[in-house]
């Protein structure tokens, strides 16, 4: 009797050194440490959707989840062109995660918990919604006057099972024709055919980037979604290094590089982060 408590003392000891021990053991297995040591980042992404990933003129990759890639490797080496970019197919994103073929996935990523349980979400990065393009020259100016004008309002959106339904969340009485592809999409605008487009509010401002006065926006957009990174579970050392090479571009030393690649691809000025007490406890 007298000999059980010092066993159980012994037990627990050694259960807390093994705990100790796979802490030290899985800090040292960190990606962190391991892309530090490689001497540069790898980033899983597309290819072909401008204004997120697409190949340029050059044919090198450009758009907004290249320039996020480039904050991370910047964070990590100071240099932000020490990053190598593997072309993932979409249904890619998440095994190439998992078979460590890449260190991140940066591929307008929506969060959801379904994909949560299979990797680890960094802060998002970009919030996105559905919104309008309409002629610069458009009688209709913002939402309201297209919700007074009823059915006389034709919206063109993308073909699939949710468009009408996606498209009447807005506006419940427009009427709505659906086309087999974006640029029939936007022809259908440009040709008077439709009052309006319905698609991703950033492909609405990347399309007026690109085609300065020939397109206008109302201010109302809806069904609100959200892009983040990924990485692989498990690794907090490397997740929280990801988060916080994101969160200082948002918010801290790295905000021009993030505020000038939001201008160039979505035409937006960011505000300046305020001074002061920090607006994420506001």
């Not at 498209?167 to 974006?182: E, F, I, M």
């Not at 905000?255 to 000025?269: I, M």
Request: net charge negative.
């Amino acid at each position: 009797m007298h000999h059980r408590p010092s066993v159980f003392k012994a037990c627990v000891f050694l259960f807390a050194a093994s705990a100790c021990l796979a802490s030290v053991v899985q800090a040292a297995d960190s990606k962190l440490d391991n892309v530090l040591k490689r001497g540069h980042l790898i980033v899983g992404t597309g290819s072909t959707n401008a204004p997120w990933h697409f190949q340029g003129a050059d044919g090198k990759l450009q758009g907004f989840d290249i320039d996020i890639g480039r904050i991370v490797a910047k964070g990590l080496f100071n240099d932000p062109s020490k990053v190598e970019f593997v072309v993932q197919s979409s249904d890619a994103r998440i095994p190439n995660l998992l078979t460590d073929k890449v260190d991140m996935s940066c591929q307008f990523i929506t969060v959801t918990a379904s994909r949560a349980q299979q990797v680890a979400f960094t802060l998002p990065y970009y919030r996105e919604g559905v919104g309008l393009l309409l002629p610069n020259n458009s009688q209709y100016k913002e939402i309201e006057d297209l919700q007074a004008a009823g059915d006389n309002v034709t919206v063109a959106v993308l073909q699939n099972v949710y468009a009408e339904e996606l498209v009447h969340q807005a506006l419940p009485k427009a009427k709505v024709d659906q086309y087999d592809s974006v640029d029939l999409m936007y022809q259908a605008v440009n040709s008077g055919r439709a009052d309006a487009a319905a698609t991703d509010q950033s492909s609405v401002k990347y399309l007026m980037v690109q085609n300065p006065g020939r397109y206008r926006s109302p201010t109302y957009a809806w069904s609100p979604q959200t892009y983040a990174c990924a990485v692989k579970r498990g690794d907090q050392d490397w997740l929280n290094f990801v988060n916080t090479a994101l969160h200082e571009a948002m918010t801290g030393v790295e905000f021009p590089t993030y505020k000038a690649s939001f201008k160039q691809w979505f035409g937006v000025d960011l505000p300046e982060p305020a001074i002061g007490f920090p607006v994420e406890f506001k």
